[in-house]
């Protein structure tokens, strides 16, 4: 999931600033996805993915293995997003299952009470789609949350996920067991893109969500890298074709794969004489 080579590691390790920004580079993203999923908040996903950055960065001297590093790098970000103190705007709503489930319930409208063209009600309901999934997953617990997202979402195995949380394979798998059954029962019921007979629709959460300010029709706030927006529809009907296990993980997994450039931010916070010329 986190892929750093081995001789970025040892380049860095000597005061190679081109080697850093390489590392940094390629741990900044896969970090970033894993802490929206966490966070459901894109601030607070920026935030401690900057200081999983430190971590990795202020502790590569510690690293034994060097061909290992993007292992390690993921249990450093596992643990940091486990045990974080702070909650999530999202989080701090503490939300659960029933309560979410009512909540959809309430405040829905038409679509076209939008009033949006073609491209801006494609755009907007992509970001209900992704907000609403990415809250759901606050439900979980952060133990059962992250071992939903490893092991459904970035398909891990349970090696892997197991050794990235630092637990046996068995725990592993008995909490992901325990995450999806909750996220399979709440889709079937309430999620229109993976049941048809769910009682919630994408479609009715839009004018609310402008209304209240939480989506925009430009999508800037969502930063991902479709060059297309959303097809909602195709997306309903391939889910809808495959059994309903599968359905709430084909969910899960079609929300994009989000970019950001933290180095910056991060240079300057950690080692300001890094400049754009560094290297």
Known sequence: MIIIHEDQVVAAREGNRAALDALVRSAQRPIYN????????????????????????????????????????????????VELRKQSRTESMRLSFEGFAEDLEQGRAPLSDAGLSKVEEAITLEQVKIGCTMALLTCLSRNLRIAYILGEIFELTDGEAAKALDIAQ????????????????????????????????????????????????DGANIRNEKGQPLDLQRLQDGVQRLESGRAAAALMRSNPDFDIDLMPRLMRSLVPEFGPNAG
């Open 34 to 81: 894993l802490a929206l999923r966490m966070l459901a908040d894109p601030a607070s996903a920026e935030d401690a993915t900057q200081e999983i950055l430190i971590r990795i960065i202020t502790n590569l001297g510690s690293l034994r293995d060097p061909g290992a590093a993007g292992g390690w790098a993921l249990r450093i970000a596992c643990r940091h997003l």
């Open 170 to 217: 068995s725990a592993f798998r008995q909490r992901l067991k325990r995450a999806r059954v909750a996220v399979l029962d709440f889709t079937r019921v309430k999620c229109g893109i993976a049941s048809r007979s769910a009682s919630c629709h994408c479609s009715q959460r839009v004018a609310p969500a402008l209304k209240a300010g939480r989506i925009g029709t």
